[in-house]
Every structure is written in C-alpha cells, then in structure tokens.
C-alpha cells in the first residue's frame, strides 16, 4: 500500500533528451531546455574523466574528501560546513528530508524549480507557494506567510525560470526577521552568470553560522550536468543532521574528480560567462526585433512569451529541431523557457520560431 500522497506528487518533468526526440521524431534537435552550458565541460575535467575510470571499480571516497577540502578553501569555509550531493537536487531534498515530519511547513513561490515543492510533499509536509512580484521571489510576502509550523524555505537566486534576482540587502533583512529556527536554502545554481554588484554574499551566511544552506552546482557553468555534482554549504551543526542521513556514496567518484579539475580552470569558466553575456544580448535583440517578449534575465536562460499555447508551441519547435521548454506548470501558459546555447544554436531556435511564427496551423503531436 502506498501512502496516499505518493499519488498525488506529479513527477519532476525534465527537458527532454536529445536521444528522446531522435527516437520519436527520427531527427536530431539542438538542445536549449535544461540551462546547461554550451561550451561543455572544461578540457581539464575531461582529461580527469579519462582518468579516474581506471578507479570505477572501488567506492568513490564517501566523505569527498579532497572536494570539499578544495571548496573549503575557495569559500573561506572549515571543511564540516560543506556536503556533497548527487547534484544539488539531491541536498534540496535531502534538507526536506533532515528537516520536516509530517504535517510541517515549507515555503517556497509559485514559480520556482519545481523540485522545491517536490521535496516538501514527498516528506508528508505541508506546502505554500507564495506568489512572484514583478516575477521575482516576494522575500516580504515569504516572511509573512511563515507560521509556527513553518520549518523550510526554499529560495533561487536567481530564479528558474524567470532568471530575476533578489540583492545581498533584501536577503540580509529577510533573514533579520526570521526565525532562526527556519532553515532557509538558498539555491545559487546560476550564481556564476550574475554579473551585478549587488548580488549575494551567502556564503557570510555560513561564515556567521545562520540557519541557511547555500547550494551551488557542477551541473550550470562548469558543464558537468551528466556527472550529477552539487555542493551545500551551512554551519557545522546543520551540515552534521544533513550528513547522517545522506546516501552514503552520493557523490560518485567520477564527478569529484571532474569537479576538482574544473575548479582549476577558472579560464573556462570566464570563458563561459563571457559567452553567455554575448549570447544573451544577441538572442534579446533578435527577440525585440522579432517583437517577442522576455524577461530581462540575469542567468543562463530567458523566459519567453509568445502569446500562444505553450505546449503547442514547444511541439511545433521540437518538429523544426529545437528543445525549449514549456513553462505551464510554473505557472506561465505561454511561457517558453529557452537556454541561451552557442550562437548556431540561438540562431537555429531564432529561425524555428521565425518558422512556426509564420505559419501558426501546424501544430504536432
Ligand atoms: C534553480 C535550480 N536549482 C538546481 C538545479 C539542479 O541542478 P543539479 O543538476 O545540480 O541537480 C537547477 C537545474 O535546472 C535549477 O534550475
């Protein structure tokens, strides 16, 4: 017998695999529906790739040691306030897992990773969903839906999918007025792409010893989503609960190898970064002229709207070749979200929407 909530969670829909579309429509397609990097992996996580198979017959080292020894290092950090996961989505329910029995709270808003609500309905808790203002977390609103109840909030910054943020400032007061006994995670996926001043200083936060786990990813910038790497870092005591209940090898010994190579090559990640900025102004230009909206987009993605149907329109891209993905279920029914990709790619999903634009009948199954 399966509990009776287990049938009402809806699955995490993913973007769809390349594989899958070869597979159903017999053509290959450019994929820009999961924010992953265009420019791949660095050379130097490959090389370490290569390396470290002849080892993939031993468990990989459960503690992370030389990771989170590296991270440690980099954050300013002792290394009891870092923990390894399967990639961040594995700490994002991990941290539901650690801290909800039934019936708790957790917070989140209406549009955000859909992962966050997941977390807290796999463990029986109870779910609020705050809505955006101006398409971004309501931090003010978030404080006010808290009960005593409450034990989790889930906060990206920036945002998926609206690729807005919240300042340093807004986050400092928000957690001036919090209760200290409601863990905050705070998910800094695309942090890498944010080129603002007043953007997070979260790692204070755990510098301080505040109820906030920040968790960052291999699985964005550094091109590593395959290999399923994240981190979280928070005071030693929280790090701790996390720890006893985490799968003991979640973080395979492939990816922490790859993570400490990448880590290294801080020219590729400028690299990155710099590729997103230029892409990101040439696809926002063709959209303006294209008369599409956007959201202004401090990440790696942009949230479109059409104005038509959104899972129409995502088939009718997917027949012209181009993974987007539809937004329905964060509360956009004509909302794309498309990956900002290499430039042969933003063009080829300029020119698919130039197509279906043009000859809006075709809808696919
Ligand atoms: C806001 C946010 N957090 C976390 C993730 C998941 O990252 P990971 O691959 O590390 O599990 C994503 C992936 O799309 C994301 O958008």
Redesign the pocket.
Known sequence: MLPAWNSRIRAYPPGKPVEEVERELGHSAVKLA??ENPLGPSPKAVEAVQKSLEGISYYPDGQGYYLRQKLAEIHGLEMNQIILGA????L?ELAAKTLLEDGDGGITAESA?Y?YRLAIEEMGGTLTQVPLREQTFDLPAIAHAVTPRTRIIYL?NPN?PTGTMFTADEMDRFLAALSPRVLVVL?E??CDYVGRSDYSHSVDYARRGLNVLVLR?F?KVYGL?GL?I?YGMGHAELIEALNRIRSPFNANSVAQTAALAALDDREHVAKSVESNAREMKFLTQELTLLGIHYTPSVGNFLLIDTGRDCEADFMRLLHEGVIVRPMKLYGFPTGLRVTVGARGQNEAFLEALRRIAAAPARVGK
């Open positions: 999961s924010n990639g961040s989505t594995d994002i990773f992962i990206a998926n998910d996926a695309y990813t699985s989503a399923r994240g």
